[in-house]
Structures are given as structure tokens and as C-alpha cells.
């Protein structure tokens, strides 16, 4: 089977290489010519740990090949993966389905024999519908040209652990065709045993929004417990080691800290409420207002703390902030948490010293008021204080005593809580964190 993926960034890209990986023929397209240059030149354009060895291996094996052409697109294949962006609107919380509906629109005319369609893009529950009934409109194949909608659940950072080992395929359509296509392009995860559940294209796409808004709620939940053991002298820390024994919370998503960013869950929990909205059901999900509100304080009180250790004024201080990416592992900057205290900071006065291992170019590009140093040593030299705010290996398993002997003061902000207190108190550091005392 001969497969097009529509949208060659963190999920297309991903996508791609990995159906080569399991033998499939794979055409990657983008409307970005620069993207697809990289790819072909065996780049991945993103840091993702894995990918370039699988783009690499796909195209030395005459498997991946990439486009910026549609007809050559609908010529090639016979089954067609959107990935292209839903990013939010300038305008609104809602989401922007305008690559969406260009994806299919800029495809379907070519589609001049039977075809599948598969979105995988995370879109407001009704796109896909509406899609189906514009590709059936606009395709020469009319009838023939079939749409279903298949979620993607990677995490970046596991892009590709994620696609070659998903913990479930979730398909909607009512036919059978679709079915078969999609079937068969995970036979191998289904025969190992991966839960391949298949239901309307409705239900499909609010698998994935309610994924996240439920991840998003975990967060913020304790997040929230966070302000409330701060306030009463209590330790979120221990507070979330036992509740995670009891295995109906458990303990993954239960880490406090400044909380989550990334270009899926924030602009996926305000998209939708802005659909419940439209759908009239507003009420069912205004939890999630509180759930953003919650993890844009972490942000606000992290600002504060980092204040307090400095004496209450940010003005002509050095601040150094470790972490620039939205998590570790990635190079993802989208509503970066790291890079929104940042920018905060250095425009209430402070000299902002940002680093981070993999993520320099893209956050220079978007905050080149901020300043930048090669590695963490150069980073934390001079600093009035310092802020952990990405929780990457290389900082967790920093020495206090190293980096004591090159800062100013020894202070820290552990944002993420990852750092042991005790051991960097120990070494002389004013240590704080958030929800604990
Ligand atoms: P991205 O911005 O990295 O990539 C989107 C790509 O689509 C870009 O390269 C862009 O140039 C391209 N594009 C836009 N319009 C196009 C068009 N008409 N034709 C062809 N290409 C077009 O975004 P992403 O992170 O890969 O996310 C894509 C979708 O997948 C989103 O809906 C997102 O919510 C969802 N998703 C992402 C992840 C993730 O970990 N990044 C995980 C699950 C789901």
C-alpha cells in the first residue's frame, strides 16, 4: 500500500518515517519547501530523539520520499494521512481549521480514483464530517474518495516509540473500506495485540480532545494542591507521592511544577470549550477555564518566588533560566511555560540568560529580546538567581557545588521540581519550589 502523509512537522514527519520503517511506501507533503528540502536531504527540521536514523534508513532504502506537489501526491498514493496543523486562532480560543480544510481542498480535485482519507490532526469534534462531505464534493471520484479520522497520541520526545508501539488505534468511520485501509496499515501493532477500536468519525475526534483535557485536569489538579500546600505549610511533594499509590489516581501526570505548555494541550482544552460552546453544552466543560487558569497562576507564582529570592525588585538583575522548550526531550517552544517566565521577567527589568540542549535556535528566533549562552556553565556565570524551568537530564543531574562557584548568589527557583532540596541546601543554596515550603 502506498501512503501520503499531508503535514510533514512533529506528527507528520514522525508518521512518515515510521510507516517506512514498517515497509509501507510513503510520500511526505508539505506546503513549507524548506521542510521538505531538510527531509529530503535526511534532516529531521525538530528535535526528536530517533527520527533522523528511521528518515535516514527510509530514504537510503527507496521507501520515503518527499513533495511539495499535490497532483504527484494523488497520483502516488492510495491512502492519505492529514498532519498539517490546528493551531489556535489569533482570535479566539477556538481552533484554526484553515490547513485542515486546505489539505483536503488542495487534494481532493487530483483524486481522480478511489482513495482514502485519513485525518489524524487533532480537530474540534463535526470537522471531520464536514470534510467528508467537501472531499466527496470536490473529488473527481467522487463517492469513491472516502474520509475517516484517526487520532494520533504520540508524545513528542517518544514520537517514535509512540507510532511504532501505540497504546491504542482509534479509527471513525461507517466504512468498511477505511476500516480495511487503516487495518492494514497497523496490522502488525493489532496482531501484537494493540486495541483497535473503531467507532463514529464524532466520537473518534472527542477521543482525543477529552484524552487531553483529562491530562490537562490531572495537571492542574495538582497544581492546584500545589497553592493550597503552600498557603497551609504542607508538602506537595509527599502529598502526590501518596496519593499516587492508590491506583485509581496513580501517579504519571501528578508532577507539580509550572506546569504544561506545548502546541497540543493548552490550544486543545481552549478549543474545546470554544466547540462546547457552539454545541451549546458550555456548561459541561467550564472546569476547563479553571484548568487553564490554574496552570497559567504556576506561571505567575513562579515569577513571584523567583522575586522574593531576589530582594522584590527584578530591575539590573541577572536571571538565569535554564530550559527553553515547553518540556524535555523536544525542541518544541509552543506556549513554551519556560520562555513565557522568561520574557516576564526580562521585561520587568532583569538581564535574562536563557539556555537549553536543544531548543536555542527556535527560542532566539521567537524571544531575541532575551539573551542566550552556549552551554549551562556559561548560562549560570554571575546569575542573581536561577530558574529551573525545562526539566532536561543535564540540569536534574547538575552539581550545586559546580554551578555554586559560578553564580553571584546562590539561589534557585526549581520550577519543576526536580531537584533533591535537602542535597542543594546542603551546599549552601537558598532553594525554592513551588508547593513547598
Ligand atoms: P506542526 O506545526 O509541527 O506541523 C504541521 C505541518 O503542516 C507544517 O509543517 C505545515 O507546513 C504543514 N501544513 C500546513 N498546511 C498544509 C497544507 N495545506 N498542506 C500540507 N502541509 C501543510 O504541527 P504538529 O505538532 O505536527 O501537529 C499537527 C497536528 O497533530 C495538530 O492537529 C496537533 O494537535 C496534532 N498532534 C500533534 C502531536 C504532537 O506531539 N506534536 C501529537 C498528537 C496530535
Redesign the pocket.
Known amino acids: 500500500m502506498r501512503v501520503s502523509v499531508?503535514?510533514?512537522?512533529?506528527?507528520?514527519a514522525t508518521t512518515a518515517a515510521c510507516l517506512a520503517e514498517l515497509g509501507f511506501e510513503v510520500l511526505g507533503?508539505?506546503?513549507?519547501e524548506a521542510?521538505i528540502e531538510l527531509l529530503r536531504s535526511g534532516s529531521v527540521p525538530f528535535y526528536e530523539p530517533g527520527l533522523e536514523e528511521l528518515l535516514t534508513r527510509g530514504l537510503d532504502a527507496g521507501r520515503l520520499s518527499f513533495t511539495t506537489s499535490f497532483p504527484e501526491a494523488a497520483e502516488f498514493a492510495d491512502v492519505h494521512l492529514i498532519?498539517?496543523?490546528?493551531p489556535q486562532r489569533d482570535d479566539s480560543g477556538a481552533a484554526d481549521l484553515r490547513?485542515v480544510n486546505?489539505?483536503v481542498e488542495?487534494l481532493a480535485p487530483h483524486l481522480t480514483r478511489p482513495a482514502v482519507v485519513v485525518g489524524?490532526?487533532?480537530v474540534p469534534v463535526g470537522t471531520a464530517a464536514t470534510l467528508a462531505a467537501r472531499l466527496r464534493e470536490l473529488a473527481p471520484a467522487d463517492e469513491e474518495a472516502e474520509l475517516g479520522w484517526s487520532p494520533?497520541?504520540?508524545?513528542?520526545g517518544f514520537?517514535v516509540e509512540d507510532t511504532l508501539n501505540p497504546n491504542r488505534i482509534v479509527l471513525g468511520t461507517d466504512s468498511r473500506r477505511v476500516e480495511k485501509v487503516v487495518r492494514e496499515l497497523w496490522q502488525k501493532q493489532i496482531d501484537e495485540g494493540v486495541p483497535f477500536l473503531v467507532t463514529d468519525l464524532q466520537t473518534a475526534e472527542l477521543v482525543k480532545v477529552s484524552a487531553n483535557a483529562f491530562l490537562a485536569t490531572k495537571i492542574s489538579f495538582i497544581n492546584a494542591m500545589a497553592e493550597v500546600s503552600e498557603a497551609a505549610g504542607a508538602d506537595v511533594i509527599q502529598l502526590a507521592e501518596a496519593l499516587s499509590h492508590d491506583d485509581r489516581i496513580g501517579g504519571k501526570f501528578l508532577g507539580p511544577g509550572l506546569g504544561f505548555g506545548g502546541?497540543?494541550l493548552p490550544k486543545?482544552i481552549r478549543a474545546f470549550m470554544a466547540r462546547a460552546d457552539e454545541l451549546g453544552v458550555e456548561p459541561a466543560l467550564s472546569f476547563l477555564r479553571e484548568v487553564d487558569a490554574i496552570n497559567q497562576r504556576r506561571r505567575a507564582r513562579t515569577i513571584d518566588i523567583a522575586r522574593e529570592l531576589i530582594g522584590g525588585d527584578f530591575s539590573g538583575t541577572s536571571v538565569t533560566v535554564l530550559g527553553a522548550a515547553f518540556k524535555p526531550n523536544s525542541d518544541d517552544i509552543r506556549d513554551s511555560p519556560a520562555l513565557d517566565v522568561a520574557a516576564t521577567v526580562a521585561s520587568l527589568g532583569a538581564r535574562v540568560t536563557v539556555y537549553d540542549p536543544q531548543a536555542m535556535d527556535r527560542a532566539r528566533e521567537a524571544y531575541p529580546q532575551l539573551g542566550y549562552a552556549p552551554t549551562m556553565a556559561d548560562a549560570v556565570r554571575g546569575a542573581d538567581v536561577v530558574l529551573l524551568l525545562t526539566e532536561w537530564a543535564e540540569f536534574r543531574e547538575a552539581h550545586p557545588d559546580e554551578i555554586g562557584e559560578a553564580v553571584a548568589h546562590k539561589r534557585i527557583v526549581d520550577g519543576r521540581n526536580a531537584l533533591d532540596p535537602t542535597f542543594w541546601r546542603a551546599s549552601g543554596w537558598t532553594y525554592r519550589a513551588l508547593g513547598r515550603q
Open positions: 499531508i503535514g510533514t512537522g512533529y506528527l507528520g507533503l508539505d506546503v513549507d521542510k498532519c498539517v496543523g490546528t490547513y486546505s489539505a488542495l489524524r490532526s487533532t494520533e497520541f504520540l508524545r513528542e514520537g502546541g497540543c486543545d
